[in-house]
């Protein structure tokens, strides 16, 4: 079983106790208790439990979509390339969060969003000229959806006070870019290409 599909089953099943739990705040990012605390924990537990299976299920479809061809890509690298990606992209996603609210008592996260916006970024500078599915319908050159995604969330993350932390996804994803460029600098130079091609 690969990477990928290992974090699945184990994220799908820790978010099914994770549901019924009384005790699940533990696993939450809480950053006031990160800091105050010292339950660092929580940066990399919040990643495996979901508040409920619609956020479950779109952020593993996500993962299983992309993954995959990512964990290939990146093969060459061993435990350096997806699962150093995924992780990294944990801490990333959680890193704005750490900062902002270090002091708000009230401020909860959980999810898997960062990890999986950096394996979703991860793919696309890897394949820019991919075609991707737009809010799932709308079709859009890879390397597109990235400028859009990064956008879209930029927007959101100024403007949201909703339960979206659009800062985690942003995080994330930033990890994604740095990360891929590291391991394949082409990839940069491929999707400066293609998106050039399609302004041109």
């Not at 699945?8 to 208790?33: C, G, Q």
């Not at 495996?48 to 996500?62: G, P, Q, R, S, Y």
């Not at 061809?69 to 890193?95: C, K, N, Q, S």
């Not at 990890?175 to 600098?185: C, D, E, L, N, S």
Request: hydrophobic share 50%; glycine share 8%.
């Amino acid at each position: 079983m690969g990477f990928t599909t290992t974090v699945v089953v184990l994220t799908v099943a820790s978010s099914w106790w994770f549901m019924k739990s009384p005790s699940r705040a533990n696993l939450m990012l809480i950053p006031y208790r990160c800091h105050d605390q010292s339950e660092w924990h929580r940066v990399l537990t919040h990643a495996f439990v979901h508040a409920d299976w619609m956020h479950l299920a779109f952020n593993m479809f996500v993962l299983y979509e992309f993954g995959n061809t990512v964990e290939r890509d990146l093969g060459h690298m061993g435990w350096f390339g997806l699962p150093f990606l995924y992780v990294a992209g944990i801490v990333g996603g959680a890193i704005p969060a750490l900062g902002k609210h270090k002091s708000n008592r009230n401020y909860r996260s959980l999810g898997a969003s960062g990890a999986v916006s950096a394996v979703l970024m991860s793919f696309i500078l890897l394949h820019p000229d991919t075609t991707l599915l737009l809010f799932l319908f709308i079709p859009v050159p890879a390397v597109l959806a990235g400028v859009l995604f990064f956008w879209y969330e930029s927007r959101m993350d100024k403007r949201s006070s909703g339960h979206i932390a659009h800062d985690a996804h942003l995080g994330g994803a930033l990890v994604g870019v740095v990360w891929t460029i590291f391991a394949k600098p082409e990839a940069l130079a491929l999707s400066l290409k293609s998106l050039w091609s399609l302004l041109g």
